[in-house]
């Protein structure tokens, strides 16, 4: 008996860790089929056009998702382009260049901005943010880059910039501790053997820190894309809440999260709520295809001797 007793205990370990990992899968499982099955309403009296439909309209129960769809792709994608120089040049200076004494303390700091809660932001975003875009930089904007429909006026403030700049900044202490952190995994011999050849620090960095560690900073992006893409306190509060859609950065709009918050809780009819099931079915799709893409293209810059060593 007492032989066999670390063979049940494996066993025991192994049932247990199955048992955890389908029950999660359960759970996903269980939330797809309550997003599909109370969304069949809305699909099945609008169909594909409920995805390409620009028309929101409660009171004439005409229901369609392109203006949030749109919306949330923009201020992600913007928040993007506006966090990801920040937060990668933040990231090298601390892993690379920073002295101790400032890389802790600054480290720290910028950690600290990941805690802090997304209504804050969204205050802030609010009442200093969109005025001073409304006052300074939109004007810049309609004045000399007008004549583009992404920055045509007038200016409100609030719309999909604010939305975008307050994401940027709800984003950048992701991408940028974990591109530090894959930065410091880095061997010191792949360093010293670049300094050996008579590189400089920023060619040690160009040409051997950053390829050594692109998947870890891919996945550092799409981390921080995929909490732009389900914020939605913040997005709120900036977005301006328009249900209809414009190309340019300047106007007021919505995103798929901020409408359900919006409307969920005066959401009366069947049709009008599962609308907006609808668009958190459609968000959850979007989130899962981007996590696919960000997979794929973590696999594809580690090369594939790292997939074959996890396989």
Same mark, same amino acid.
């Given at each position: ?68 769809? %749109?919306?949330? $792709? ?31 303390? $600054? ?13 804050? %932001? ?31 006026? +007038? ?31 880095? +061997? ?22 950053? +390829? ?63 609308? $907006? ?26 090369? +594939? ?7």
């Amino acid at each position: 008996m007492a032989k066999r007793l670390p063979l049940i205990r494996d066993r025991l370990f192994a049932g247990l860790a199955f048992f955890f990992a389908f029950l999660m899968l359960l759970l996903i499982g269980g939330m797809v089929y309550f997003l599909v099955d109370a969304s069949v309403p809305a699909w099945r009296t609008f169909g594909p056009s409920f995805v390409t439909g620009q028309r929101w309209d409660a009171i004439r129960q005409v229901f369609g998702a392109l203006p949030f769809i %749109y919306g949330t $792709l923009a201020s992600s994608l913007l928040a993007l382009i506006l966090a990801l120089p920040l937060g990668i040049g933040a990231a090298i200076f601390l892993a690379e260049l920073a002295p101790p004494w400032v890389r802790v303390p $600054l480290s720290y700091l910028i950690e600290l901005l990941a805690a802090v809660p997304s209504v804050v %932001y969204g205050l802030w975003g609010l009442l200093v943010l969109a005025p001073a875009l409304r006052s300074t930089v939109e004007p810049w904007l309609e004045q000399y880059l007008g004549f583009l429909p992404l920055f045509r006026g +007038p200016a409100f403030g609030v719309g999909v910039l604010a939305a975008g700049a307050v994401l940027a900044i709800m984003i950048l202490p992701t991408i940028c501790s974990v591109s530090r952190e894959v930065m410091l995994a880095v +061997p010191d011999s792949q360093r010293e053997a670049m300094l050996a050849l008579g590189a400089t620090r920023w060619e040690t960095t160009y040409k051997v820190v950053l +390829p050594y560690g692109r998947s870890g900073i891919i996945g550092a992006v799409v981390l921080g894309l995929g909490r732009a893409l389900g914020e939605t306190m913040a997005v709120t509060m900036v977005i301006g809440n328009s249900l209809s859609m414009s190309a340019s950065l300047l106007h007021p709009a919505n995103s798929m999260a901020s409408i359900i918050v919006n409307e969920f809780a005066e959401a009366v009819s069947e049709l009008h709520l599962s609308a $907006l099931i609808g668009i958190a079915l459609i968000l959850f799709v979007i989130t899962l295809l981007l996590n696919a893409v960000a997979r794929g293209l973590v696999r594809g810059a580690a090369g +594939p001797s790292a997939g074959a060593r996890r396989e």
